[in-house]
């Protein structure tokens, strides 16, 4: 337990550390636009094939059980909810923790070890905003963007697996999805989205900065950047959906 209060402290110290230097300037504008780049492009392919299957799964899974209590029209209903309020931001938001989390933590490993940081110490630039806040924002604002684009696919599986068994249009499958859909689904989701994406990008950052112990320590800190990323997911989907009940969304 001390251990895991010492780890929470230092992550909390870190979070304190990035928004003093967050909210002063200078901004590195080109190096967050790099990074932006960086995560979406390259994490886009991943989340679209994964929210694919996983709108085939649910909704040949979900189909027999509808079947037999003869709900079936409920299924483009039930499968969009589902998706969009939360397996979607859940499942996109692992994902990004497995990927972009580990990668963030052994590239700031790397860079700790090869002494590349204090180089930049050395030369003048502040090492922490051009490298953790830059990446921060960077997860912060392209993670909601994956989970849109990772929704509106697993969508798109969704209604191809309707179709084969049976036989509903797109316009029909679509109309049924967003008819069923409130903001009270769509607003939670989205801005929970957000917190997914600094939580990821924060403990990334927190254990490739703190690298120690040559290339032994940056394969650590990758795998553990991947598990305690998930770990926050968790805990951030957890408050977010005491608070969306405790605000009378649910």
């Given at each position: 337990m001390k251990i895991l209060f010492n780890e929470v402290g230092e992550i909390s110290r870190f979070a304190g550390r990035f928004f003093r230097e967050f909210l002063f300037p200078p901004y590195e504008f080109r190096e967050i636009i790099k990074q932006s780049f960086e995560i979406g492009y390259r994490s886009l392919s991943l989340v679209a094939l994964t929210a694919f299957i996983i709108g085939l799964v649910i909704t040949l899974q979900s189909r027999p059980t509808l079947v037999e209590f003869g709900a079936e029209a409920w299924l483009p209903s039930m499968v969009g909810i589902s998706l969009i309020r939360e397996i979607g931001p859940v499942i996109t938001a692992l994902i990004c923790a497995g990927k972009i989390g580990?990668?963030?933590?052994?590239?700031?490993?790397?860079?700790?070890?090869?002494?590349?940081?204090?180089?930049?110490?050395?030369?003048?630039?502040?090492?922490?905003?051009?490298?953790?806040?830059s990446r921060i924002i960077s997860t912060t604002l392209m993670i909601p963007i994956l989970i849109i684009i990772g929704d509106a696919i697993a969508l798109y599986g969704s209604y191809l697996a309707v179709n084969v068994k049976g036989s509903v249009s797109y316009t029909l499958f679509f109309h049924q999805v967003f008819d069923s859909l409130q903001f009270s689904d769509v607003i939670p989701a989205f801005i929970k989205s957000f917190f997914f994406g600094f939580a990821i990008g924060l403990v990334g950052c927190y254990?490739?900065?703190?690298?120690?112990?040559?290339?032994?320590?940056?394969?650590?800190s990758a795998n553990s950047a991947v598990v305690v990323a998930s770990l926050c997911v968790f805990i951030v989907d957890l408050i977010a959906v005491q608070i969306t009940e405790f605000l009378g969304f649910l």
């Open positions: 580990s990668g963030i933590g052994a590239e700031l490993g790397s860079m700790k070890v090869t002494e590349q940081i204090d180089a930049m110490e050395v030369s003048g630039t502040n090492p922490f905003k051009y490298i953790v806040v254990k490739g900065y703190n690298s120690r112990k040559g290339t032994e320590g940056v394969g650590r």
